[in-house]
Structure formats: C-alpha cells, structure tokens
C-alpha cells in the first residue's frame, strides 16, 4: 500500500462519516496531511505506512497544534514493525493514537469503538471494575476465589475493580465466560484531547518568539505558537481571534501556500494571514488576507491589527 493510496482511504471513511477534509498538506515536512472537522470534532491526520517512522519531533508539533486549535491529533498506518496494524486496536505512539484505516471506519461510520489497546508485551483490555464488582458480588464470590480460578493474585483482582490495571484479553474473555456480563471498556480516541481552544491547559507551555515579525506579533499581544511543518510559520491569537500566520516574500510558492491556508483556516475555523516582507501584488488570496510588513509598523496593538484583518477580510477576492 502506497501513501497515497493509504490517504484517499482515510479521505473516503471521513467523508463517509460527514468530516468536511481539507486539502492535502503537500509541503515537506510536514506534521500533518490533513484536517478534518465533523461539528466540534476537529482532527489533525498524519498518514504513514509505518507507524514507528513517525519521529518525537513531528509528534510534539502535531500536539501543540491540535491542543492550540483545540483538535485531536491521530496517526492512521498499515503496519508496525514487520507486522500489520490489527482491526479495533488502538496503538499509541508519542501519546497519539494510532490505528489502521479498519478501525477509523469502525468508530466514526459505524460507531463502533475499538476495546483493545496495545503495550509492550502484547494487547490489552480496560475493565469496567465497578461491574465486576457487581457480577462478583451477585454470584457471592470472594475476591479471592475468583483469583485463584483465574491463577492470579487477590492484588490483581483488586486493581481489576480499582481501574487501575488493564487485563490480557484472554483474561477478559475468561472473567466475561464466568460471570456472565460484558467488562471491557470501549476506547474513547478522542478522549484525552477533549478541550477547546477557547480553555487552555493550565499545563500548556509556549515559548515566544525572539525575533522577527512573529516576535513583533507577539508584542503586539498575541500568543504565538511556532509551526515548522505546516504551509504557515506560527497560530497567532489574542483573545477574540485566531489565525493561521504565513511569512514570507510574495512568490507563485507562497500564492501556493495561501490557497492551502485558506482551505485549512476553514476547517480549523480560524482566519488566515499571510505576512509579507516587501511588496504584495493583492490584498488577499482565496480567504487568506495579506499584509505587508510595513503595514505592521503603524500598530500598537491586537486590537489594532484584529480590525486590520477584519476589514481586507470583508474586502477577499479569489487571486
């Protein structure tokens, strides 16, 4: 399977599943190839045959951008090592989550979340340990009778029921056998990154620009987050606007890269802006508004520059 092939798979189950899927990320490198958005579901997709190829440096920037826009980040391959990704598991990948093309489908056409995730040493299930509790608790079961039937300690039984250790599936199957009801909890992908852009994590670190016209940006009040691998330099906002931010000297490559701000800043549901440095030959691309950086000196502030975009905004032409 090739990456492209891998791509349009990944493009037919969203939009199967009502995503509205941006245009392909076609620049190198890149965090991500896509970003989908389903009402308040907002995805960043990086797609990659090999799931371990994906490097510590792309994943850290795939979760600053989607925590900063408020979306989930997701890695989506065919294989793992010398083996190939199984249908319902979710693995995990510098705290993405990561999953075969069977499996997206599966949860966001069918609603059918996955039950198993994989760890060093195998995979495994989450037990619901409040309906253990019960089962066992219906069958008139001590903790320590079910540990011995399944060979194990009445540590383990104990931290089924606590939440706090996840079972072989083996384990699961055998415990669902004997005391008759369902255990194992269904996976929530989008779980861990539940949050909007409009609540930051109080965890959240972002290191502002030093120097150059992100720098004069951040003084002007924004916070500005840094991108490497993406058609734009930074996300900029304030507290009444967010926008994908571009700079660079007006070229055919960087027209290129204002359309593709344009398609992405729609599905993020944020404002594109393309800084200039020199002179422009438009005010704008698409929905992406372009300024040139002497533009920027007469600022004093946000607010200042909010109404600057606002009003070329009202004013975008297709180029």
């Not at 951040?218 to 926008?243: E, H, K, M």
Request: hydrophobic share 35%.
């Amino acid at each position: 399977m090739t990456k492209d092939i891998l791509i349009h798979q990944i493009i037919d189950v969203l939009e199967k599943s009502n995503f509205t899927v941006s245009s392909r990320c076609n620049i190198r490198p890149r965090s991500f190839d896509l970003a989908a958005r389903q009402d308040d579901v907002l995805l960043f997709c990086k797609a990659l045959y090999n799931i371990d190829s994906l490097n510590e440096e792309t994943a850290s920037e795939m979760k600053a951008l989607a925590g900063y826009l408020g979306g989930t980040p997701m890695l989506i391959g065919a294989k793992t090592r010398d083996q190939m990704l199984e249908d319902s598991v979710v693995y995990v990948r510098y705290e993405i989550p990561a999953l075969n093309v069977q499996t997206l489908y599966d949860y966001f056409v069918e609603g059918i979340p996955p039950l198993i995730s994989a760890a060093p040493g195998g995979l495994y299930v989450s037990i619901d340990g409040d309906v253990l509790r019960d089962a066992r608790s219906q069958l008139s079961m001590s903790i320590g009778s079910l540990a011995s039937h399944l060979g194990v300690s009445r540590r383990t039984i104990s931290k089924y029921e606590e939440g706090c250790m996840d079972a072989s599936i083996d384990v699961v199957l055998e415990l669902e056998e004997l005391l008759d009801v369902a255990l194992a909890k269904s996976i929530d992908i989008l779980g861990p990154f539940r949050r909007s852009r409009q609540e930051p994590d109080e965890n959240d670190t972002f290191q502002p620009p030093t120097d150059g016209i992100l720098s004069f940006i951040y003084g002007l009040g924004y916070d500005v987050l840094s991108i490497s691998q993406a058609p734009f330099n930074a996300v900029s906002r304030d507290c009444s606007t967010t926008f994908l931010t571009g700079v660079s000297k007006y070229s055919n490559a960087m027209v290129k890269r204002a359309h593709l701000m344009s398609n992405i800043s729609t599905i993020t549901r944020t404002r594109s802006v393309y800084i200039i440095e020199g002179e422009s030959k438009t005010t704008s691309v698409e929905h992406t508004v372009l300024i040139e950086r002497k533009e920027l000196d007469s600022l004093s502030d946000s607010e200042e520059l909010d109404d600057l975009i606002s009003e070329r905004a009202s004013t975008t032409v297709d180029y």
